[in-house]
């Protein structure tokens, strides 16, 4: 089999999905591909040849103007330490001003010793993600300000539900990494939240998780939250990422201190950094989605830049989150023809820069319908199809991110289950091909009972956690669930069946033990 | 602009959609631009590279063993008439017996003389239709027994809302064609329904429409109805293919009569068969896509070949219907991760044998929830990447087919145009880079009120049908509506605003004349 039909999964995988033969022998092999059947959303790979909106021509098009903006208009730096970094570089700052503008060669030799692809760690090694190349790694939603369920209504975050989100991200494999907090438990001060938020992270998930880059302190204390959470030294976790942070530039051409620091932590440290413009067209960007990607673009390569200059080689992710908002109102629209656009673009752009490409699956939709549905599976259409590598927002996300929905969750998962069975190669073995079970049924039969269906069925299709297959008269005795039901349905059974992730007790031990410091030492300074 | 950014609007429209400059410059142009803007979506283009999971030796293998399946097992033809023919162009035919074998290279000389590229012709020019080559053609659902709204429910088809549903189809642009009836009348009486349902077609649309392949008399009318709208002479018709009829083979293995008399009667007078196995994988079909995708293939090419056999040359197209049951309950399964694949499958076999490509827009959800959105967004997905030429039941199918939805044709109107706007291309002018945008505005402004966007906010993004894009407080105000209910919404708004396309007096006359003249005749024969 070549590339084109090659796996979406991992090698145990694949031979334990397609291992058709173990199973009819029987035996261990059986029961082994049994035992792992839970773990096949893991090391997802996307082998489909990448959808391309933008010839070459215009792809150098939007390269050439956002290397022009970078050094004809250049971008405000709100952080003296990095401005200072960037002039050591090369780039032309002027004393006491914050705009700083960037030679085009300076930009080009910075991002090309970023990595292409790198291993992000988790405390269980089992859950380690590739990112770049043609990994495919689903992150929940992150910073809802709000959360919903059906009974609960919507209301402000808080952590008790916080740590349901987090435990719901730990239940499913096809959620590879949480993506930040599912949505801001607000009950919690802010001086002391990072400090409970991850060591929950830690504990109630064995997944690579995200620390917000909101002043050095909080950086500092992720950092040696997740190297706790691993049990290994600074040096090793130097050389092994194992935390991600999230780094958005202010558009149109700033970027905020705090953001600023946070590259510089979490990149002198070697730890990840996502860098993700927000460039709403016709907000914050040009109205039109070639010069919104010139923006995102001029603004990515920046971040990506700086971080090559803190630290050359840090781990660096390019970042696309392009949309449009609704002329008519202002408000952010996701999930649109002009979205799957600026996602397939974003991923030729990042790469043009052999650069790990981060997006997102968006919808603006207020509640768990239709619109919930087609705007996040349009998203993951222009995703899958574009290259998309660490997709943020994965599960969860609705309102435009505004709220975190537990019943959202669920269908997102099982939309995202259903992309990684797409992406899983089409059995062309000649028992596949079943010209023997065609022969055994002639004419006029059917296939219900035969050796090659008995042989099969069980496995031979995705069972959906969702989609309600009942005819009409079975379904309407059943009271017409709708989607929204079911996910309401199963969030619960799920949170229920729940299990913590077995943690090394002195690990626990000295996790705790930090934290309790930190809270004494008064966590951070905040703005509050 | 090359190949890869091209348009997927025709020539005219995409003038008018990307024409900036005309529209600033204001005058007659700009009116012009306006007046054409509900032509949108006609003569769509899919200029996208095409998917592939099978690669060459996959699509080779499945090729292979389809012939041999026409060659070695054979195929169940249910008409001597069709055996006849058969036997005069070489194939294996056992006097009294159904079963019938074909040579590989019989079937592979037959479809040679297939068109790749055809028009269907409407009774208003406009309306013409392109099919093959990178032509994308959207089909109205067809032949539910059902039909729904939210305030009628499930009721069994009905003259009136099959007259609702065909007015619909005439209102939206990106509804190509009607595909057969929306739902089946059946409170016309079986031999006169065809001619009342057809009158209404030419009648309530100025689109093509098709006939079904139920006895040949049907066909007749059929093709005599078509040639009256048009007004032409048959000569004209038979050169100009203006009526298509679905035709399914029993799988598996088996070509009805009735079908086979509608392949005689609509390729000899130079009028378009949709030549489509429906193939189940699992119950008609084996348990494997693969499996599936070779009888489909078997049979698809079996009732091609003999299209070429009644005619050389008469445009023919290859359908493709292979999805999957739910293991659990036999039940049909749409849109799901195994659709996908037979989809993009089958893409590759019909271009593989230089024919258009049918296929169709699925779900089987029982309501207007996210399953209904999220199965039909992952049928376009694959239609579209996987490059179907013509699409059944692009809007109103639900429920696996047995429903026509009025919701959910809106749905899918709004779906369709999002996917025909996505493959609109990129303006990757230098004006739509909009550098000097980025220039005047600067770092930490803002693009609302710039010339740049005030120039474009009214048309540069799509403005969805049904997306609710207000926020979280001004929805709950207005009640908190739901997909389903701005749905329900619009189609009634839609009806009250049809009207009906002009039609020549003289032709109107005619038709009526004829149908009144094959009622009095007593229409065709019934088994009821």
């Known amino acids: 089999m070549s590339d084109m039909t090659s796996t979406a999964l991992s090698e145990t995988e694949t031979q334990s999905a397609g291992g058709e033969r173990r199973r009819r022998t029987g035996g261990r092999g059986g029961d082994r591909s049994r035992a792992t059947g839970s773990t096949k959303y893991r090391n997802l790979v996307n082998q489909l040849a990448r959808t391309e909106l933008l010839d070459p021509q215009a792809l150098d098009d939007i390269h050439d103007a956002s290397l022009t903006v970078l050094e004809e208009i250049g971008i405000d730096v709100m952080l003296p330490e990095a401005r200072a970094i960037m002039k050591a570089h090369g780039a032309e ?19 090309a010793s970023a990595p292409s692809e790198f291993t992000m760690h988790a405390r269980n090694p089992e859950r380690h993600v590739k990112i770049g190349g043609n990994n495919l790694v689903f992150a929940q ?7 919903a369920d059906r009974e609960g209504g919507r209301r402000a975050g808080n952590q008790e539900d916080f740590r349901k989100l987090v435990k719901l991200a730990q239940c499913y494999d096809v959620i590879h990494t949480t993506g930040g907090y599912p949505v801001e438990p607000v009950d919690i001060h802010a001086s002391v939240r990072h400090l409970d938020c991850l060591s929950d992270m830690v504990k109630l998930t064995d997944k690579v998780f995200h620390c917000y880059s909101l002043g050095k302190q909080r950086n500092l204390d992720g950092i040696e939250i997740a190297r706790i959470g691993r049990g290994i030294s600074m040096e090793q976790m130097e050389s092994e990422p194992s935390l991600f942070t999230i780094i958005n530039s202010s558009s149109p051409l700033r970027l905020d201190g705090p ?6 932590e979490m990149s002198s440290r070697g730890q990840v950094v996502v860098m993700t413009p927000f460039t709403l067209a016709g907000a914050m960007a040009p109205v039109t989605v070639a010069g919104a990607l010139v923006l995102q673009n001029a603004e990515a390569l920046c971040g990506i830049a700086f971080t090559q200059m803190v630290k050359r080689g840090a781990p660096v992710v390019y970042g696309g989150f392009t949309s449009n908002v609704d002329m008519k109102t202002g408000a952010p629209a996701f999930g649109t023809p002009e979205y799957m656009k600026a996602v397939i673009s974003g991923g030729q752009l990042a790469r043009r820069y052999k650069l790990p490409y981060r997006t997102s699956n968006t919808n603006a939709a207020n509640t ?15 995703l899958t199809q574009g ?6 927002h994965s599960a969860g996300w609705t309102e435009g991110g505004l709220t975190a929905s537990f019943e959202k969750f669920i269908l997102d998962v099982d939309m995202l289950q259903m992309v990684a069975e797409f992406l899983t190669p089409l059995d062309v073995s000649q028992d596949a091909l079943a010209l023997d079970a065609v022969r ?24 959906p956690i969702l989609s309600d297959w009942r005819n009409f008269e079975t379904w309407t005795d059943a009271g017409r669930p709708t989607t929204y ?44």
Chains 1, 2 share one sequence.
């Open 485 to 528: 039901d079911h996910a309401n349905r199963v969030f619960k059974e799920k949170l229920a069946s729940y299990e913590r992730p077995p943690i090394d007790p002195a690990v626990e031990e000295e996790l705790d033990a930090f934290v309790a410091k930190r809270k004494e030492e008064g966590g951070v300074a905040t703005d509050f």
């Open 259 to 264: 953001m600023l620091q946070g590259i510089i």
């Open 93 to 111: 700052v002027t004393e006491g001003a914050d705009r700083v503008r960037f030679d085009r060669g300076l930009i080009l030799d910075m991002i």
């Open 141 to 147: 939603i992150a910073s809802a300000p709000f959360v």
């Open 440 to 463: 055994d049924v002639g004419p006029g039969g059917h296939f219900f009972g035969t050796a090659h269906t008995l042989a099969r069925y069980e496995t031979a299709f995705y069972s």
């Open 387 to 392: 290259g998309g590598n660490f997709i943020m």
């Open 368 to 382: 768990l319908d239709a619109q919930a549905a087609y705007e996040s599976a349009f998203s993951l259409w222009a």
